[in-house]
């Protein structure tokens, strides 16, 4: 299963990789993929089926990326597939309202208690653009409230201090952001709810909305404090703004539903990905009704776009929430990740886990808030990387991503990940830092 150390394969990566570079900037359509944060060549997969994916040179890996956490049954999964066959045979897009797009959106709003109404989009940065401008468009106000890295997509507002591929990049924002744009967005840590108050005590008659990941995925795995998301409500109720939670990564993670309804705090406006769309490109926005009917052709909010609620993705999103009606998939994840954990214990990085997600951080505490992580050794984790990889276990390729296991991921594959990581351990500490 490990990596293909034949000259052959490493010519062949390299080949790829030179092609790639000629055509599309950086040789990749996604930062996170290039490797810049941890060395090396990036992998080009072939295919994947379950655990693992395969690669165009020949290596078999256990995948704990899973398309960065869309993927919870796994790659290539027969129900989904066939699904997304069937509705291939009948066309690929119409442009034109469907019954599944329906079927979609009534079974979001039954799954998610408190979300009357939803509009299917096409990524979690569209999501996200859209609820941003609905909370403007509802308040009358310009001002959004969010949290040092945490990344919302990458529309101009959110790319103020945000996580994910920017931080890899060693980048807090991005040229090409108009100054004026970035100064509507205020930027406080995560999980510092009197720093929160304190921007809405000064300016909160001008903020439209509060827009936070209810549990920061995007710089590595950082779970709320206790009492900070039901702070942030009641701040947004205190101040008459609007809440938005970004599940993107979250909504259906932890559970049949979102985190939000999990934890018990209700935002006005939830923005979803990855998982609904079973895999393929495929996010919304959703909320109650007096919020959601101020989207045109309702209201005076514009929005629009011909792939939205894509014949094929809502088929593979329709698929996947309905695998969800057996909730025991849960269990088994969090189970795997326990066992995970249990493995690891004694380990010179701290794994911050919930479910089947987690993150090890080269650091003495478990990291709270931006700070924290990047004071959190990155080069060891590119060290741990790159021997995971050698031995045949795909991790995310920055230490500022979340790792992901799948209900496809077997108590070997466990097993599997944990002795690579332990023998990763001794490499990493015996380098130089």
């Not at 129900?79 to 897009?93: D, F, K, R, Y």
């Not at 886990?353 to 924290?372: E, I, K, S, W, Y």
């Not at 031995?391 to 070997?412: C, I, K, N, R």
Request: with cysteine; glycine share 12%; proline share 6%.
């Amino acid at each position: 299963m490990g990596i293909d150390s034949t000259r052959e394969g490493v010519e062949m990566v390299n080949d790829w990789f030179e092609r790639a570079q000629r055509v599309i900037p950086g040789g990749v359509n996604s930062p996170v993929r290039s490797f810049r944060s941890v060395g090396g060549t990036p992998v080009f997969v072939k295919r994947g089926e379950g655990s693992r994916i395969f690669t165009e040179d020949g290596r078999e890996l256990i995948d704990c990326c899973q398309s960065w956490g869309a993927l919870l049954f796994g790659h290539a999964h027969p129900v989904i597939v066939e699904a997304v066959q069937e509705a291939l045979a009948q066309g690929t897009s119409f442009g034109v309202a469907t019954a599944r797009e329906v079927e979609f959106a009534e079974m979001l709003c039954c799954l998610i208690p408190g979300m009357e109404q939803v509009r299917a989009v096409n990524s979690g940065t569209e999501a996200v653009m859209t609820a941003i401008r609905l909370a403007r468009g509802a308040t009358g106000r310009n001002l959004i409230l969010k949290f040092d890295g945490c990344y919302h997509g990458h529309s101009d507002a959110m790319l103020v201090k945000a996580g994910s591929g920017l931080l890899s990049g060693a980048e807090r924002s991005s040229a090409g952001v108009p100054a004026a744009t970035a100064a509507d967005t205020m930027v406080v840590p995560y999980n510092d709810l009197a720093a929160g108050e304190a921007v809405l005590q000064d300016r909160g008659d001008q903020m439209a909305a509060i827009i936070v990941e209810p549990v920061a995925a995007n710089m590595g795995l950082v779970p709320p404090q206790p009492g900070f998301l039901a702070g942030l409500r009641s701040l947004a109720d205190q101040h008459g703004c609007l809440l938005i939670f970004d599940e993107v990564i979250t909504g259906f993670r932890f559970g049949p539903t979102t985190y939000g309804n999990l934890c018990g705090v209700e935002p006005d406006l939830t923005c979803l990905g990855k998982i609904i769309g079973g895999g393929l490109p495929l996010a919304a926005v959703g909320g109650r009704r007096a919020v959601m009917e101020l989207l045109a052709p309702c209201g005076p909010v514009y929005q629009a776009g011909t792939l939205s609620g894509n014949p094929l993705a809502v088929s593979a999103g329709l698929a996947m929430l309905r695998l969800l009606a057996d909730a025991s998939v849960y269990a088994q994840l969090d189970a795997r990740g326990a066992q995970l954990a249990s493995a690891l214990q004694g380990a010179p990085f701290c794994l911050q886990r919930m479910g089947g997600a987690f993150t090890p951080f080269f650091a003495g505490v478990a990291p709270q808030n931006l700070a924290d992580v990047k004071a959190s050794n990155t080069a060891r984790y590119a060290r741990l990387f790159q021997h995971a990889l050698a031995q045949g276990v795909y991790l995310p390729p920055s230490p500022f991503e979340t790792a992901f296991l799948s209900a496809a991921h077997s108590e070997d594959d466990i097993a599997r990940i944990a002795d690579t990581l332990k023998d990763c351990i001794g490499i990493a500490k015996q380098q130089p830092s």
